[in-house]
């Protein structure tokens, strides 16, 4: 779908969108399109429950004296409340209106509204930025397209959605950027979307290669070569699969090397901020075998690598002028003749040995090696994983929040800020000694689980930090949000890519050179 941004007006065919406000009064725009239609609009809102609250929608169909395929009344609520999560999911709803509708264009005539923080350029943007993200969709194996637009569950049918505002060239460019980070929302949704039969480490690994383009440098480390590095913890969870491991290293160099200052603040800027991600491209549990109902869902188990991937392509996509790092573990979680058994002990690059109690808990396996070749290689500025981790994660928080777990009170509550105003929300999580002692073994430095029934979110985080030295760093168990099994306003019901929207605007609004 094509976004675009051109002056204030009313368009006179395809499908037209006026904002109302909570209450049902209506913008200047809609007392104008009320006008044409011979107070039509007021008198549809009467006749419906539409009272104008944020997101909610009233459609007209064909209004006569117009070449109108439709109208549309999109609730916009009260102007204070207008920030920019309101307005993409208002942006959302308008997607979810048209985008199968069975028009073919439609616009948006915006106002500068009494009492809203933006102007109607801006939140143009973010309207625009809401309807996109929305619009996603994975057609890649479908050989026939149902056309049946009746009941809006057939192919998209909008080509185009115009806004029309006020300040539009400003807007226009302001979106140049946003559909950047888009773009790395989209990939990642494909990544995660794929089946485990055509992404797996060595395909995965491939498709981060198309990032070279965009000015990444792009790594690809095999087992010999993770072998010599001595990472027996990722290697034991891979080496049940007939697939091999791998390790991708992604570098963003957004400030030249030449200008870093050598000591200071000003140096600062210039250490690489680093994202681990999980990348188990399919988790059967391994010898400790889950059970066969629901494990099609393992598939997305790469997520956590997936929202690094989308992350460093939104990153250089909008050329940020930071220094960036993408680390993501590979490997497939396999029952088979060479599979790890459980109290299998390995010994991680940390030189640290793990008692391997049950074969899924392998995600904190995979990581502990990527934490610990992240940290030692690149003395990052600090370091932010995610990952798919536990099945807790999603008993205590649902699909609302993420987990955080940090060792780091600014980190976590940047990232924490950063979520709010991106709507991909973060509940802090405790860590602490008396957690951490749960992972003691009675034959190795530590044990993969703790054992007991309770805190298996915090127990899993615990067993990463013992990875990490003295570098800033905060996990992200995303494990509930990573995929949604029913619409939501700024993503179809899929994989969600949560992550790279509040990543690139952690960077966007602290770790950025001016
Ligand atoms: N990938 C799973 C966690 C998971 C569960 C992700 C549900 C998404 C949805 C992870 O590898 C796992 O199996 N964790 C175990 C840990 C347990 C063995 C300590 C779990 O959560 O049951
Ligand atoms: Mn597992
Ligand atoms: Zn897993």
């Not at 949604?484 to 306003?489: F, P, S, Y």
Request: charged share 25%.
């Amino acid at each position: 779908m094509k976004i675009i941004f051109s002056g204030p007006g009313l368009a006179a065919t395809g499908a037209l969108v006026v904002g109302v406000l909570e209450g049902g009064k209506l913008t200047p725009s809609a007392v104008a399109l009320d006008k044409k239609i011979n107070g039509g609009l007021r008198r549809a809102i009467k006749a419906d429950d539409f009272i104008g609250k944020a997101s909610q929608g009233l459609t007209l169909m064909a209004p006569s004296g117009t070449r109108l395929d439709r109208v549309v009344a999109i609730g916009l609520g009260k102007p204070g409340h207008l920030d920019e999560r309101a307005l993409h999911k208002i942006g959302g709803g308008i997607y979810a209106l048209l985008g199968r509708s069975g028009s073919k264009t439609a616009s948006v005539a915006l106002d500068s509204l009494d009492k809203a923080k933006m102007t109607a350029a801006e939140m143009a943007v973010c309207i625009a930025e809401g309807a996109k993200l929305r619009s996603y969709r994975f057609d890649r194996y479908r050989t026939k397209k149902n056309n049946n637009n009746n009941n809006n569950s057939g192919p998209p049918t909008l080509g185009a959605l115009t806004f029309r505002c006020r300040g539009s060239d400003k807007a226009k460019a302001a979106f140049r950027a946003r559909d950047k980070v888009i773009q790395g929302v989209f990939m990642t949704r494909d990544l995660v979307t794929e089946p485990p039969n055509v992404i797996y480490p060595a395909t995965l690994a491939k498709r981060c290669k198309e990032l070279i383009k965009l000015g990444l440098k792009v790594e690809i480390l095999g087992e010999a070569q993770m072998r010599r590095l001595g990472m027996g913890a990722l290697l034991g969870v891979g080496q049940g699969s007939a697939r091999e491991s791998k390790l991708v290293v992604m570098q963003w160099r957004g400030l030249s090397r030449g200008k870093a200052p050598r000591k200071g603040p000003e140096a600062r800027a210039y250490m690489p901020v680093c994202f681990i991600g999980k990348g188990v491209t399919f988790d059967t549990g391994g010898i400790s075998l889950k059970p066969s109902s629901g494990m099609e869902e393992m598939k997305y188990d790469m997520g956590g690598s997936g929202v690094v991937i989308g992350l460093m392509k939104a990153l250089a996509g909008r050329k940020a002028r930071v220094n960036a790092v993408g680390v993501i573990a590979l490997a497939e979680n396999m029952p088979g003749s060479n599979a790890q058994r459980p109290s299998d002990v390995v010994t991680s690059m940390s030189g640290q040995t793990i008692e391997v109690i049950n074969t899924d808990a392998e995600g904190r396996l995979v990581l502990a090696d990527a934490l610990h070749y992240t940290d030692t290689r690149f003395k990052p500025r600090f370091m932010v994983d995610l990952a798919t981790l536990t099945g807790a994660i999603i008993v205590s928080l649902g699909s609302e929040y993420a987990g955080l777990f940090a060792d780091n009170d600014k980190l976590a509550e940047q990232l924490t800020e950063a979520g709010k105003k991106v709507g991909e929300e973060l509940w802090r999580m405790p860590l602490g000694e008396a957690y951490d002692k749960l992972l003691k073994s009675d034959i190795a430095d530590m044990k993969n689980i703790s054992g007991g029934r309770g805190a298996g979110s915090i127990t899993a985080a615990q067993f990463l930090q013992r990875f990490v030295g003295r570098t800033p760093w905060a996990h992200l168990d995303i494990a509930g949000v990573t995929w949604t099994k029913k619409d939501l306003a700024t993503a179809p019901k899929g994989a969600t890519a949560f992550g790279v929207r509040l990543l690139d605007r952690l960077v966007a609004d602290h770790y950025e050179k001016k």
